[in-house]
C-alpha cells in the first residue's frame, strides 16, 4: 500500500469528519436560532409595543424600515427594523448615516444608540433569512462584483457578528471622518467595509456554538455598556 494511497485514504477521512461536524453545527446553530428568536420576540414583546407605539405619535407612514439584503447564496431578502428616519428618506440611496444625519428623528437617535432599531431582526431570523449570529447582511451595491463576498455568502448573515462588535459605534467614526474633510460613502468603502469582511472571514474560519455564544455574550454587554465603549479613534 503506497504512501500516496494512505495520504489520500487520511485526507478524505478528515473531509467525512470535516462535513459531519458542519452538518451538526449547522442542525443546531439553526435550532438555536429559533429557540431564542421565540423567547426574545417574547421577553421584548412589550417593549415592542412600546416602540411601536411611539413611533406612530411621533412620525408619519410605517411603523417598520425594510430594505433589500443579500443572504445565503447571494439570496436577496428584507432585512426589517424600526424606522427610525423621517418617511421621505425610506428610499434613499444614501445606504450609511452618521450621527448628525437630519434624517434620523429624535426617537430614532436614541433606538439607534442602544440598538433598538435592530429588535425586528428576530423575525428576520424567525423566517430563516438570517442567523443571531453570523456576518452582518449587505446591500446589493456593496456586494455586486466583490469576490471577497463568495466565501462570506457561504452561511446566513447574522444580527450580530465580530464587526458589529468593533463597529457598534459606526455612525459616531462615519461623523468624525465626515468632521476630517472624508465623505461617509467613500471612507466606508475603503476603511470599514474592507475590515468588515476581513473579521468575516476571520468568524466562518472559527465557527463554532462556543463562538457563537461569545459574541452574543459580547454584543450585550457592549450595548448595555456603550458609554463606555465610544471608538475615538478615525
Not at 442542525?27 to 411611539?54: A, M, N
Not at 432585512?79 to 434624517?103: A, G, H, P
Not at 444608540?113 to 446591500?139: A, T
Not at 446589493?140 to 463576498?149: E, L, S
Request: hydrophobic share 40%; glycine share 4%; aromatic share 14%.
Amino acid at each position: 500500500m503506497s504512501a500516496d494511497f494512505i495520504d489520500k485514504k487520511i485526507r478524505l477521512y478528515s473531509y467525512d469528519i470535516y462535513e459531519v461536524k458542519l452538518n451538526y453545527y449547522i442542525i443546531l446553530k439553526r435550532f438555536i436560532d429559533l429557540l431564542l428568536s421565540v423567547f426574545g420576540i417574547i421577553l421584548f414583546s412589550p417593549l415592542f409595543i412600546i416602540i411601536y407605539i411611539l413611533i406612530k405619535i411621533t412620525t408619519s407612514g410605517n411603523v417598520f424600515f425594510k430594505q433589500i439584503r443579500i443572504g445565503k447564496n447571494y439570496k436577496k431578502f428584507y432585512i426589517y427594523k424600526f424606522k427610525t428616519m423621517i418617511s421621505s428618506s425610506e428610499n434613499n440611496n444614501l445606504f450609511i448615516t452618521s450621527t448628525d444625519d437630519e434624517r434620523i428623528t429624535k426617537l430614532g437617535a436614541i433606538l439607534r444608540k442602544f440598538k433598538l432599531d435592530e429588535l425586528p431582526q428576530l423575525f428576520n431570523v424567525l423566517k430563516g433569512d438570517m442567523s443571531i449570529v453570523g456576518p452582518r447582511p449587505e446591500v446589493p451595491k456593496y456586494v455586486i462584483d466583490n469576490i471577497n463576498f463568495n466565501k462570506i455568502l457561504t452561511v446566513k448573515p447574522g444580527i450580530t457578528d465580530f464587526a458589529s462588535i468593533k463597529y457598534i459605534n459606526e455612525e459616531d467614526i462615519l461623523y468624525k471622518a465626515k468632521k476630517n474633510g472624508n465623505t461617509i460613502n467613500s471612507y466606508y468603502i475603503e476603511n470599514i467595509l474592507p475590515d468588515k469582511i476581513e473579521l468575516a472571514h476571520q468568524y466562518i474560519n472559527n465557527m463554532s456554538i462556543i463562538t457563537d455564544l461569545f459574541i452574543i455574550i459580547k454584543t450585550f454587554l457592549i450595548v448595555f455598556n456603550i458609554q463606555k465603549n465610544k471608538r475615538s479613534d478615525v
